[in-house]
């Protein structure tokens, strides 16, 4: 079965520093990868997600993330926090040969920015 | 355009209470997903419909657990005999086709709360 593991519960950034939030996976083939922020009191948003090709792949509002096939990691990066970033950052992994369509997810890190 | 919405956003219910949750999905997404996020944890695949059925309903914790999709668009969540350890937030999500590279879009969650 496939799993996410999200080592770190808490991370604390001070604003304008960079940030990284490691993710690492566990699956039987290769994955579809997804990073989703959850702010308090909204919905979760889809950030960026890998699928094939280009291992470094772009997302919005900065933020940018790397597969890493002999890590089984895809860790989400941001080279400068601003306040706004403060949230539940979850990673999460879709089975990429159909049928099964529901997302595993890790238990998320919260990001707690520091001005 | 308007996106996923759920009723109630909030639920209080007594141990052995019934209970039905309601998803409004994307107009014209033909899939739509429920999750569950207990506390501290990230979402939690349950089922999934494709369509008025429901293609994978592997991850339903138990047969108090039901879902059903009838139009293909409104869903209802339904717990029978609730018990404590139901309470959590229920998120659902709807996407434009079958596949986990579909991107799904999430509602703000109904939380869960029984006493």
């Known amino acids: 079965a496939q799993s996410v593991t999200q080592p770190d519960i808490h991370i604390t950034v001070s604003e304008g520093a960079s940030l990284e939030l490691r993710c690492n996976y566990s699956?039987?083939?290769?994955?579809?990868l997804f990073w989703y922020v959850q702010s308090p009191g909204q919905g979760l948003q889809l950030l960026l997600k890998y699928f094939s090709g280009d291992t470094l792949v772009q997302g919005i509002k900065g933020f940018e993330a790397e597969f890493k096939r002999s890590q089984s990691s895809f860790n989400l990066r941001k080279p400068s926090v601003h306040w706004s970033d403060a949230a539940e950052y979850f990673c999460?992994?879709?089975?990429?040969?159909?049928?099964?369509?529901?997302?595993?997810f890790g238990k998320g890190t919260h990001l707690i920015i520091q001005p | 355009g308007a996106g996923v919405s759920q009723t109630p956003s909030n639920k209080v219910t007594e141990k052995g209470k019934y209970v039905e949750l309601r998803c409004d999905p994307i107009?014209?997404?033909?899939?739509l997903y429920w999750y569950r996020q207990s506390l501290g944890q990230g979402p939690e695949f349950l089922i999934y419909f494709q369509g008025t059925g429901a293609a994978d309903d592997s991850g339903l914790p138990n047969d108090r657990f039901f879902a059903v999709r009838p139009e293909g668009s409104v869903s209802t969540l339904k717990i029978q005999r609730t018990e404590r350890g139901d309470s959590a937030v229920y998120l659902c999500?709807?996407?434009?086709?079958?596949?986990?590279?579909?991107?799904?879009?999430f509602g703000p969650g109904t939380r869960l709360t029984v006493l």
């Open positions: 107009s014209g997404h033909t899939a």
């Open positions: 699956y039987g083939a290769t994955p579809y």
């Open positions: 999460a992994v879709g089975y990429s040969g159909g049928g099964a369509d529901g997302l595993t």
């Open positions: 999500a709807s996407s434009s086709g079958q596949g986990t590279y579909n991107e799904q879009f």
